[in-house]
């Protein structure tokens, strides 16, 4: 457990200190909330579940966006730069390794995804007067939703990002994005109420979140370090 | 923990590995003893790399068996603490500092009493005043210091070099050099230096494998193999050139002398007996021949290594 903290708060430092990073994902969690907003005060109006639920819908992209931005870092950084193979030689088991960026990850992009829905909720509060930020599935939807799949989204492309070479690592990295949007997508289509804030609805995406995690966790197990090291540049 | 009577620290037996079809490592055996500094030398692609990330657990062998203090670093988390690594990288963030650095390794490592370690190995190595600047300010030479001060943080019982010297100017290198000369003194540690510098190697290791097409071509002491190849030979200066000849004609006829040509200003005496050196100088000075030096004629390790690497690259 100590080390599995030892490698997430190094992941963290790092990530709150790479302003190139930092400044794409606030750009990111600016505009992009400020963007949507527009579109959900006119879609919505004053209906404050609709409202809630076209937040709700916009905050699992951008918090698996986040994951990605922060992967990028944690994860390929140190496979480019080489210095995975030093950590593969630790007494850390690979897994450890690998959960401990995937927290490191997940944490900072999740910050930056609660600021991004604060950014959007004030946004879509001054276009329509919806009272929204205290809806209780939004909430619920923030505080365990977003979380479980950020930290997937997170364990997945790192998972990825350590089996792959660069550059499959390059295209495949967009896949991933795309993969995930697509996903969402199509959850939404399938949830009853057409993908609005509901009990059952965050209940299918907290399933799905969970079951992402599980296959995140399955794949990492399945990265062996032979893997890793030959496909360091 | 101190290993069983007869346990080598490092262990290689009959390894063999292949990357697409092309044979990197062929029935590879050697063994290196407890605090020894060991050189494994070998040319580019030659397998050294391949063999240091088998033995660390990073790569699995096609066949024959690694062991590292008794141990398989592949398979056990716990013996991976008692070895230390220095990749060509360093293993090391730009973006951390000195002690931001080894302290997540110190971390990973549950090193006791970090900062009081930490602060020994940045004397050590130079550092203490660099120690809170980011090492992406650091110069390669600075890096590598840093990076070896990572290496043994955790006071490990052997440690793996890769190409410690490399892209380093001769000072640095110089430096690395006593710096691992030092370590090993004083931490009692074994080092497996896999390096390109020969000279580096002559000076400071005492074991040494050449690698080349895959299998080892030589394995031994460096005493034993910069010594004069089969019988000792003896280079003998004189003080007039103009005796040489007669010289040795009369060294020739010694019981222990096996040979003798003219070379120089002196003999190159080939002796049948190692130990009679003094015999030779005393026959020399009873003979009225004037004597200005007399040394030990030995190869370098450069010319051993050439002898091994060419005949190689031409079977292969």
């Known amino acids: 457990m100590k080390t599995f903290r030892v490698i997430a708060g190094r992941e963290m430092r790092l990530a709150l200190r790479n302003r190139s990073v930092l400044i794409s994902a606030l750009i990111f969690a600016v505009w992009f909330p400020v963007m949507s907003a527009l579109g959900i005060a006119a879609a919505a109006g004053e209906d404050t579940t609709a409202v809630a639920g076209g937040i709700a819908a916009i905050t699992l992209p951008v918090g698996v966006f986040m994951g990605y931005l922060f992967c990028a870092d944690a994860f390929l950084r140190e496979k480019r730069d080489g210095t995975i193979e030093t950590l593969l030689c630790t007494p850390v088991s690979l897994r450890r390794l690998w959960e401990g960026k995937a927290v490191g990850v997940a944490v900072p992009a999740y910050l930056m995804t609660l600021a991004s829905a604060a950014v959007t909720i004030a946004a879509v509060y001054t276009l329509s007067s919806a009272p929204i930020a205290g809806e209780p599935l939004l909430i619920l939807h923030l505080a365990v939703v977003v979380p479980v799949w950020i930290a997937a989204a997170a364990g997945l492309i790192g998972a990825a990002q350590l089996a792959l070479g660069m550059r499959e690592n390059q295209i495949l990295g967009f896949v991933f994005i795309f993969g995930f949007i697509f996903l969402i997508v199509v959850l939404q289509g399938v949830a009853p109420g057409g993908g609005g804030l509901s009990v059952t609805t965050e209940g299918i995406f907290a399933a799905a979140g969970l079951a992402l995690l599980a296959l995140a966790r399955f794949i990492a197990g399945k990265v062996t370090k032979e893997r890793i090291v030959r496909t360091i540049p | 923990m101190p290993e069983a009577a007869g346990v080598s620290a490092v262990e290689v037996r009959h390894l063999s590995r292949s990357f697409d079809d092309r044979d990197i490592l062929s029935d590879v055996s050697f063994t290196v003893g407890h605090g020894e500094i060991f050189g494994y030398l070998g040319p580019n692609g030659a397998g050294k790399t391949t063999t240091i990330r088998i033995l660390l657990g990073l790569l699995a062998p096609d066949a024959g068996e690694v062991r590292v203090l008794g141990r398989d670093l592949a398979a056990d988390d716990d013996a991976r603490a ?235």
Do not use: W
């Open chain 2, 82 to 316: 008692r070895i230390g690594v220095l990749f060509e990288n360093n293993g090391l963030s730009d973006r951390m500092s000195a002690v931001g650095n080894l302290a997540y390794y110190a971390g990973l490592y549950s090193v006791d009493d970090p900062e009081e370690r930490i602060d020994e190995l940045l004397t050590l190595v130079g550092l203490a005043d660099r120690r809170e600047d980011l090492v992406g300010t650091y110069s390669t030479g600075m890096k590598r210091k840093l990076g070896i001060a990572r290496a043994i943080l955790h006071r490990p019982e052997v440690v793996f070099l890769d190409e410690p010297s490399s892209g380093l100017d001769p000072g640095a290198q110089r430096m690395v050099r006593d710096l691992i000369v030092e370590l090993s003194r004083r931490e009692e540690m074994t080092v497996f230096l896999n390096s390109h510098h020969l000279d580096e190697v002559e000076r400071i290791c005492s074991t040494v494998a050449i690698l080349a097409g895959g299998r080892i071509r030589v394995f031994d002491t460096v005493a034993n193999l910069t010594a004069a190849s089969g019988r000792p030979a003896v280079t003998v200066s004189l003080a007039d050139p103009g005796d040489r000849a007669r010289a040795c004609e009369a060294v020739g006829q010694l019981a222990f002398v096996a040979g003798c040509e003219m070379d120089g200003n002196g003999l190159v005496c080939t002796l049948s007996d190692p130990g009679a050196t003094p015999d030779l100088i005393a026959a020399l000075v009873g003979a009225n021949f004037r004597i200005e030096e007399v040394r030990r004629s030995s190869r370098s390790l450069e010319e051993i290594y050439l002898e091994h690497v060419g005949s190689a690259e031409v079977a292969a």
